[in-house]
């Protein structure tokens, strides 16, 4: 088996998985376009350098990304794509000191992304003892995408990076299943009243405050503007869920499944809203 260099001796997730932009070369600044919208106020090539953007690849506005328009840039979480890029996979060569590197870069990182990505949540699958009995399979996916990250920029470009998405996706649906099933068995008998949704529901503005959603399935839901105050989500679902500007005060998803940084940043939450162990309480819950 080989070493993983995205977990720790514990088993726990590295510091790999989270984004050190002091290492990046503001590849999230750069390689991704954005649209003028809500989350930002001008739009932005694929490619291109937003103007924001200073010679150290340090954010020039960014105490005040909100206030000026670019919430999105405050909601963005990498999964540690952007220091790998450009540390190990071009080994620290800046695309402004390397201008003929710059396009191939700019290429890799949407893919290293998506693939960091999945390692986060295979990491999650496999700390879930309710999964024990696809641990097997879950840490052969591991391997696999640590060895996929690994790869020189053109022999990764040529991954079919989607097709392993979806393939590494059955894995981690399965981990889901075996651990919202173990929730509900111990939840049998319960007298509290739940709610059931299916993935992908239309929840946009819903009014879910204290609803027990506990083991639901919320994969790809949309939860834009909805009222989560005080809802428990343990043990569902989450991941795909747009939480953009849900409220979640009070809510309780410390054990809720494949719950990323980027989805709490994007969300409205407080002091009593329990998070997972493996996230960061956003600078600007209240």
Not at 14 to 33: I, K, N, Q, Y
Not at 91 to 113: C, N, Q, T, Y
Not at 118 to 146: K, V
Request: aromatic share 8%; with cysteine.
């Amino acid at each position: 088996m080989m070493s993983h260099p995205y977990t720790s001796s514990e088993g726990s997730y590295s510091t790999r998985l989270h984004a050190d932009c002091e290492r990046c070369f503001g590849l999230c600044c750069t390689a991704l376009p954005f649209a003028a919208s809500a989350d930002f106020a001008i739009d932005k090539h694929a490619g291109q350098p937003c103007p924001n953007l200073q010679t150290d690849h340090r954010c020039g506005v960014h105490r005040d990304l909100r206030k000026l328009g670019f919430k999105g840039c405050t909601v963005y979480d990498c999964f540690g794509a952007g220091q790998h890029v450009s540390q190990v996979t071009f080994e620290g060569r800046d695309w402004r000191e390397h201008p003929e590197s710059a396009k191939l870069i700019f290429e890799v990182f949407p893919a290293m992304w998506q693939l960091h990505e999945l390692l986060w949540y295979l990491n999650e699958a496999l700390t879930r003892p309710e999964a024990a009995e696809i641990h097997p399979e879950l840490q052969r996916a591991l391997d696999d995408t640590e060895r996929l990250v690994l790869l020189d920029a053109e022999s990764l470009l040529k991954v079919d990076v989607p097709g392993w998405r979806a393939e590494v996706n059955q894995l981690l649906l399965r981990s889901s299943e075996l651990v919202r099933q173990n929730e509900l068995r111990r939840m049998k008998g319960s007298s509290s009243h739940r709610k059931t949704y299916g993935r992908g529901a239309d929840l946009i503005g819903a009014n879910l405050k204290g609803v027990d959603l506990r083991a639901a399935n919320l994969r790809g839901a949309y939860l834009i503007a909805a009222n989560l105050r005080n809802a428990d989500l343990r043990a569902a679902d989450l991941i795909g869920v747009d939480f953009r500007d849900a409220d979640l005060r009070g809510a309780d998803l410390s054990g809720s499944l494949y719950l990323s940084q980027s989805q709490m940043n994007s969300a409205k939450g407080d002091a009593s809203t329990r998070i997972p162990p493996t996230l960061t309480r956003p600078a600007h819950w209240s």
